[in-house]
């Protein structure tokens, strides 16, 4: 079955540093992997999505992720953060062609001034 | 663009009640999820639906009921809710399975005196 690991329950990053948030999957195969956002006392929004192709991939305000098939690895990556971006961020991954999607534990990002 | 709505927003509930949270969306979508969500545990599988009418056990749908009479909406029961319960549920909806990108409710806050 699969599962995500994200091995760090809270980062906390100067505003203006750049931020790298850990995520391992375990899946036997190629999966879909996913980077949601959670602003406090909302629900999840997409950051960004990883189909097969480029490992490199682009998101919203600035985020990008790395898909590493050999280190099963999709980290969360921003050159300079922002206070707005302290939230709680989930990674996620699900088979293709399958139903359900399995979310890692989250990572806390607090920005200091 | 759309919305998915969850009411209610706060629930409080007495040992042994059963609860009722209801999940409606308006982005036309194919499948719709129950998530619960624990503090520094991340998002646990409650039950999904592939189309009206069908349901789908996830990793922790004991304790739970679903329901899925339309395709806009889709229901969950706490059978019985436990003392000194507390958690947030979350709904989704995607347009088809696990591959697409899950857009989220805001979720409704569980409390159990």
């Known amino acids: 079955a699969q599962s995500v690991t994200q091995p760090d329950a809270r980062v906390t990053v100067s505003e203006g540093a750049s931020l790298q948030l850990r995520c391992k999957y375990s899946?036997?195969?190629?999966?879909?992997l996913f980077w949601y956002v959670q602003y406090p006392r909302q629900g999840l929004q997409l950051l960004l999505k990883y189909y097969p192709g480029d490992p490199v991939v682009q998101g919203v305000n600035g985020f990008e992720a790395e898909f590493s098939k050999s280190n099963s690895s999709f980290h969360l990556r921003k050159a300079s953060v922002h206070w707005s971006d302290w939230a709680v961020y989930f990674c996620a991954v699900s088979m293709p062609g399958g139903y359900k999607v399995v979310f890692g534990s989250g990572t806390r990002l607090l920005v200091s001034p | 663009g759309g919305i998915i709505t969850q009411t209610p927003k706060f629930l409080i509930g007495q040992e042994g009640q059963k609860l009722t949270l209801k999940c409606q969306q308006n982005f036309n979508h194919d499948t719709m999820y129950w998530y619960r969500q624990d503090s520094g545990k991340g998002l646990r599988l409650i039950y999904y639906s592939i189309t009206e009418n069908d349901l789908q056990k996830g990793d922790l749908s004991e304790g739970y009921d679903a329901s899925r009479e339309k395709k806009s909406s889709f229901s969950l029961t706490v059978t019985s809710a436990q003392k000194n319960e507390m958690a947030v549920f979350l709904c989704?909806?995607?347009?088809?399975?696990?591959?697409?990108?899950?857009?989220f409710g805001p979720g409704t806050r569980l409390t159990v005196l």
């Open positions: 989704a909806s995607s347009i088809e399975g696990g591959s697409y990108e899950q857009y």
């Open positions: 899946y036997f195969g190629t999966p879909y």
